[in-house]
């Protein structure tokens, strides 16, 4: 009798000892809470150091007033940035693409976007204009097994952002005689598409749509960018265009005829004429105020 008590005791003393671990196999149960109170699992996950909030609280702050009589020269210029470039990465990063901070925002409701029939800004596009313009209409033929009859179907199919290669912008460079500075402000952002026919050969590109930039500035405030440099340092989209921290060449130039460089040009003289419009633009202002 007194050996099987002593063998019950030996067995109760090495379940208690097991329970522990028992329950650490099992991972967090759902009724332990923190000193505070709080449920374990109902902590919020943070995929980092701290919450990243810099971005999200980040201001911005409105252009200086400028007299339409203090503007002693202006001159419109289009460029196009290649995400392809190295410099660019930062705008097909794979997380957040920046056409779909772009399209986002148009879809819902954030910004307004306006038609490409022209780039002045005056048609605006509606909420379900800009979704059909994230879309792509396919046209696949396929033939029945059994009647070897061909039927076509119409899919539509949302648009790849790591398809948008390029961005066009439009800007305007002016001399303010308050400052006695050159200056430069960001009118408009367009994605650019690539077409392309039956056998996949490129024909063309055709923006989407145009964001007017000064009303889209909070929006891109909001939306954290890629820092290569230094994660610690966060930067907005805002910041990225502010700073023009990117690479772009010119495709036009404000002219009396609305042409583009590749109008009158082709091959390597297109850049060619691009690197000479922004010297000129550069060597202006040293120019005015030297005479």
Do not use: C
Not at 75 to 101: C, G, L, Q, T
């Amino acid at each position: 009798m007194k050996k099987t008590l002593k063998k019950l005791g030996f067995v109760l003393s090495l379940v208690v000892m097991l329970m522990p671990l028992g329950l650490f196999a099992q991972g967090t149960p759902t009724g332990i809470t923190t000193e505070s109170g709080e449920p374990l699992d109902a902590r919020p996950v943070i995929d980092g150091v701290v919450e990243e909030r810099l971005v999200l609280d980040h201001r911005v702050l409105p252009y200086d007033h400028v007299r339409e009589a203090d503007i002693m020269w202006q001159r419109k210029i289009w460029r196009v940035i290649d995400v392809r470039e190295k410099m660019n990465k930062p705008f097909a990063y794979p997380e957040r693409h920046f056409f779909s901070i772009l399209l986002d925002a148009a879809v819902d409701g954030d910004i307004t976007v306006y038609s490409t029939e022209n780039d002045k800004f005056t048609i605006p596009l509606t909420a379900e204009e800009v979704a059909s313009k994230g879309t792509r209409i396919d046209t696949v033929v396929t033939f029945d097994i059994e009647t070897y009859e061909e039927k076509i179907e119409i899919t539509r199919n949302e648009i790849n952002p790591d398809d948008i290669k390029r961005f066009r912008v439009k800007e305007v460079w002016f001399m303010d005689e308050e400052s006695s500075e050159m200056r430069v402000r960001i009118l408009g952002i367009a994605p650019l598409k690539d077409v392309l026919d039956e056998n996949g050969t490129f024909l063309y590109e055709e923006p989407l749509f145009w964001v007017y930039y000064p009303h889209a500035r909070e929006v891109l405030a909001r939306e954290r960018a890629f820092n290569a440099g230094n994660g610690a340092s966060p930067l907005s989209w805002e910041d990225i265009m502010e700073a023009r921290y990117f690479a772009s060449y010119i495709i036009k130039r404000e002219n009396e005829f609305d042409q583009r460089l590749q109008d009158y040009l082709s091959g390597i003289d297109i850049l060619y004429e691009g690197e000479k419009i922004k010297n000129e633009i550069f060597n202006l202002e040293q120019d005015l105020w030297s005479y």
